[in-house]
C-alpha cells in the first residue's frame, strides 16, 4: 500500500489506494466512529459502523462542543498539548469538509474563549495559568475588567480581567453528529442504529468481525470507538481491553433572545463552570465532574452548581427559561488522555477514552486511524497514546511495576 506523509492530512492527501480495500467495523457512532468510518469510505472501505443506540446520542450529543485546546491546559496536562493544537488546527477545514460532504452545517464559531475573573483574587489566579500558558507559547491575551465588559455587556459588573484565547472555538456538537452520519450514508458507509454489538471475534491472536446477537459480521479491521463502555466489549484478551470508565457530566440549556443574545463568546469561570451560546440563542451550561458510573440521574446538587456559577457570571441567565436538561458520560482513561492505535490483537484498533477532548480530538483521530488502518503506519500524532503506555513495566530486578 502508498503511503501518505504523517505531517499531511487524510483529508488533503488525495490518497487513492490500488489493490483490495479492507472491510472495516466499527463499534461506536458517535463523533470519534463516525468521522472514522467517513475518511475511510472516502477512500473506498466497506464500512459497517454499528451503535447500540441511535447514531451520534451518546457522548457526542451531550457534549458542549469546545475546542479548547489552550483553555484546558494546566500544569500537569501539558502532555496532550501537541494532540489538542494539532486537531484543533485541523478544524477549520475539516468542518467545511464535512459541511461539504454531508450538506449540512456544523456551526464553527470562532469568536474565542474567555476564562473570566470575577474578582481580585481570581485574578491573581488567573495570571498565574495566563504566564504558564504563555510560556509554552500558546496564544493567550490578558483583558481588563474593562476590555471584558466591552466585549460581553453583561457579564457580573465587577468582573476583574479575563484570559483571552481567541483560537478556542466551538462547534454545535449535535449537529456535527448529524453532518457527520450523513457524510458517512453519502459516501457508502453502512450504519447500523440500535444495533448492539455483543462481542469482538478473534481467531489465532486477530480479529476477524464482530458479533451481533447471534450473527458475525466479518471484517479485516475493527475499531473500537465505543466511548465509555469500549471496556465492556466481550471478547477482548486482558492485555487488548482498554482501562477507560465512564465520568458522569450534568448540563443544561436555557434559552436566549437570539437577536439580542446575553452572551457571544464561550465563557469559563473560575469554578470550572462554563457557558457556551449557540447560534439559535441556546445557552449550554456545563458540567460536573463525577465518579458515578452510569448513573444517569440529574440531581438537585449538580444542577444547583451550574446555575450558580453561572449566575455569578452572567447575573442576567437568572431570568432565561430552562430548555433542556441532561447527563453524559465522558469515556476517561487512567491518565485522561485517549487511547489510540493498535493494540495486543492484530486487526483490532483503538479510538476512546477521550475524556472531555472528544469533539475537539475528532479530526486528528479520525486521519490517524485511517492512515493507520490503509497504510499501516501510525501517525506521530498519535503514537504517544497506544494502549501500551498502560503496561506494566519491569523494575532494575526485573518485577513488575
Excluded at 464561550?266 to 451550561?285: A, E, F, M, S
Aim: net charge neutral; proline share 7%.
Amino acid at each position: 500500500m502508498g503511503t501518505v506523509p504523517s505531517s499531511l492530512p487524510l483529508s488533503e492527501s488525495g490518497l487513492k489506494l490500488s489493490g483490495p480495500k479492507p472491510s472495516v467495523a466499527i463499534i461506536g457512532a458517535g463523533a470519534i466512529g463516525l468521522s472514522i468510518a467517513w475518511r475511510l469510505a472516502q477512500a473506498g472501505c466497506r464500512v459497517d459502523v454499528f451503535d447500540r443506540g441511535e447514531a451520534g446520542r451518546g457522548a457526542t450529543h451531550a457534549a458542549g462542543g469546545m475546542l479548547a485546546a489552550c483553555v484546558e491546559t494546566e500544569p500537569g496536562e501539558d502532555a496532550l498539548l501537541p494532540l489538542t493544537r494539532a486537531s484543533q488546527a485541523l478544524w477549520p477545514d475539516f468542518a467545511r469538509a464535512v459541511e461539504e460532504a454531508s450538506g449540512l452545517p456544523v456551526d464553527l464559531r470562532t469568536e474565542g474563549t474567555m476564562i473570566v475573573a470575577l474578582n481580585a483574587d481570581d485574578a491573581a489566579r488567573l495570571r498565574f495559568l495566563h504566564d504558564f500558558q504563555s510560556g509554552l507559547g500558546l496564544p493567550v491575551e490578558w483583558l481588563t475588567g474593562g476590555a471584558v465588559r466591552k466585549r460581553e455587556p453583561y457579564l457580573q459588573p465587577g468582573v476583574a480581567g479575563a484570559l483571552f484565547c481567541p483560537e478556542d472555538h466551538q462547534v454545535d456538537n449535535r449537529k456535527l453528529a448529524l453532518a457527520l452520519r450523513a457524510a458517512v450514508m453519502r459516501a457508502g458507509g453502512r450504519i447500523h442504529e440500535r444495533t448492539e454489538v455483543s462481542g469482538i471475534e478473534t481467531r489465532g491472536g486477530r480479529a476477524t468481525g464482530v458479533r451481533v446477537g447471534e450473527e458475525l459480521v466479518q471484517a479485516d479491521q475493527v475499531v473500537l470507538a465505543a466511548g465509555a463502555w469500549s471496556g465492556r466489549i466481550d471478547g477482548l484478551p486482558a492485555a487488548a481491553r482498554p482501562p477507560v470508565r465512564p465520568i458522569k457530566g450534568q448540563m443544561l440549556c436555557v434559552r436566549m433572545d437570539p437577536a439580542l443574545p446575553l452572551l457571544r463568546h464561550t465563557v469559563w469561570t473560575q469554578t470550572g463552570t462554563y457557558l457556551i451560546p449557540r447560534l439559535d440563542g441556546r445557552l449550554l451550561v456545563g458540567a460536573t465532574t463525577e465518579e458515578r458510573g452510569f448513573d444517569d440521574r440529574m440531581t438537585a446538587g449538580g444542577l444547583f452548581a451550574l446555575l450558580e456559577g453561572a449566575w455569578r457570571a452572567l447575573p442576567g441567565i437568572a431570568e432565561l427559561p430552562v430548555e433542556e436538561t441532561w447527563v453524559g458520560f465522558r469515556p476517561g482513561s487512567r491518565d485522561d488522555a485517549p487511547i489510540l492505535g493498535s493494540c495486543a490483537v492484530e486487526g483490532l484498533v483503538l479510538a476512546t477514552g477521550h475524556h472531555r477532548n472528544g469533539i475537539l480530538l475528532t479530526p486528528v483521530t479520525a486521519d490517524g486511524i485511517a492512515r493507520l488502518i490503509l497504510t499501516g503506519e501510525t501517525d506521530p500524532a498519535i503514537a504517544p497514546f497506544g494502549l501500551d503506555r498502560f503496561a506494566p513495566k519491569k523494575t532494575a530486578l526485573g518485577a513488575l511495576a
